[in-house]
């Protein structure tokens, strides 16, 4: 696994917490607290386009 910074885990109710990370070659990462060995890598790119998405309400209708 390559060198990532996790940030601290974005938590929902229960046990719904996910943490973001980067590493140094620019790629992004989404994880599962606890679960970081199975994170899903795109670029910073496309972290940044889906976080943007997100907070202009194009996800919604998934809540």
Same mark, same amino acid.
């Given at each position: 696994?390559?060198?990532? @910074?996790? +940030?601290?885990? &974005?938590? !929902? +109710? !229960? =046990?719904?917490? &996910?943490?973001?990370? @980067?590493?140094? @070659? !620019? =790629?992004?990462? %989404?994880?599962? =607290?606890?679960? +970081?060995?199975?994170? %899903?890598?795109?670029?910073?790119?496309?972290?940044? @386009? $889906?976080?943007?998405? %997100?907070?202009?309400?194009?996800?919604?209708?998934? $809540?």
């Amino acid at each position: 696994m390559p060198d990532i @910074t996790w +940030e601290d885990p &974005f938590c !929902g +109710e !229960g =046990n719904s917490c &996910f943490r973001l990370g @980067t590493d140094p @070659t !620019g =790629n992004a990462y %989404i994880a599962v =607290n606890g679960q +970081e060995q199975h994170a %899903i890598r795109d670029s910073l790119a496309a972290l940044r @386009t $889906l976080i943007l998405d %997100i907070k202009a309400g194009r996800a919604d209708h998934l $809540l």
